[in-house]
C-alpha cells in the first residue's frame, strides 16, 4: 500500500514538473516569435503628451502588484516547505500576532491611498477641462467607419465649406487638437493605442477627447467597442505630420473636394 501511495506522488510529481518545464519553455520562446512576426507584445509607442504619466502610473501598480505576487507566493513555498508533514511532528494551534496583522492592513492601505491620488491627478489631466485649443475636429462614428470633419476657412464646424474625409485622420504634430465625438447609430469606441486613451461614440450625445501629438508618423484608429457584424473592418488611418504638411493637405482635400 506505501509502494502505490510512494509511485502515485513520484507520477504527479513527474506530471507537475513537465508541466512547469513545457510552461517555462513556451514563455522564453513566445518574445521571440512575437519579435519574428512584428507582433507587439508590450505596450506601443507613445506619442501624445499625456501617454507617459499614464505609461508611469500602469508600471508603477504592475511593480508593486508584481512584487506583491513574488513575495506571496516565495512567503507560500517557505510556509509549505517549512511546516510540511514530518513524522514525529504533530500540528499545533498558535494565535495570531495583532501587531502583525496591522502592518500587513496598514500598508496596503496606504499604498492604495497613493495610487488613488495620483490616478486622480491623471484623470484630472487626460479627462478634466481641456486645454485652449489650435484645432476642432469632428468625429461621427457609424457602421462601419469614421466620418471626420474639419472647419473650412470660417474656422466653423458644420458649415458649408467643412472639409470632409472618411476613415482619413490627418494631424499637426505639437498642436492641441479635440474631436468631438458622435455616432450615428450604436456605441462605438474612438482608440489610438499609440496615444494611451479611448472615448465611447454615444448616439446622442456629444463627447470630447483633447489630443497634443509629440511625433509624426502613421498609426492606426481602431474602434474598441463590438458594433456589429462588420466591426472587423471598421479601421482608421491616423497621418501626424507637420503644421506645414497638415496645411497642404486640408488645401489639396477642399480642392478635390470641389472639384
Not at 456629444?206 to 489630443?211: A, D, H, I, K, P
Amino acid at each position: 500500500m506505501k509502494q502505490t501511495i510512494h509511485r502515485s506522488r513520484v507520477r504527479v510529481r513527474a506530471l507537475l514538473y513537465v508541466a512547469a518545464s513545457t510552461g517555462v519553455w513556451a514563455l522564453l520562446q513566445a518574445p521571440a516569435w512575437a519579435f519574428g512576426s512584428g507582433v507587439t507584445v508590450w505596450l506601443p509607442e507613445s506619442v501624445s503628451t499625456t501617454a507617459p504619466m499614464i505609461d508611469r502610473l500602469f508600471y508603477t501598480i504592475l511593480a508593486i502588484t508584481g512584487a506583491a505576487f513574488v513575495l506571496g507566493q516565495l512567503t507560500l513555498g517557505g510556509v509549505l516547505i517549512k511546516y510540511r508533514r514530518r513524522p514525529g511532528q504533530r500540528a499545533t494551534y498558535i494565535h495570531g500576532n495583532h501587531l502583525v496583522e496591522v502592518v500587513w492592513t496598514a500598508i496596503p492601505a496606504l499604498i492604495l491611498l497613493g495610487l488613488a491620488y495620483q490616478s486622480q491627478r491623471v484623470w484630472a489631466t487626460v479627462k478634466g477641462t481641456p486645454p485652449p485649443a489650435d484645432l476642432h475636429i469632428e468625429v461621427t462614428a457609424e457602421q462601419f467607419a469614421w466620418n471626420i470633419r474639419y472647419a473650412g476657412a470660417d474656422g466653423q464646424l458644420n458649415t458649408a465649406d467643412d472639409i470632409t474625409t472618411i476613415n482619413q485622420l490627418h494631424l499637426p504634430v505639437g498642436k492641441t487638437v479635440l474631436v468631438h465625438l458622435k455616432s450615428k447609430d450604436v456605441i462605438h469606441s474612438f482608440f489610438v493605442p499609440q496615444f494611451r486613451m479611448k472615448l465611447d461614440a454615444v448616439p446622442g450625445l456629444t463627447g470630447q477627447l483633447w489630443v497634443s501629438t509629440t511625433k509624426r508618423g502613421h498609426y492606426e484608429i481602431a474602434c474598441a467597442q463590438l458594433c456589429g457584424l462588420g466591426h472587423y473592418r471598421m479601421r482608421g488611418y491616423l497621418v501626424i505630420e507637420s503644421p506645414e504638411q497638415f496645411q497642404q493637405w486640408l488645401a489639396q482635400t477642399l480642392a478635390e473636394q470641389n472639384t
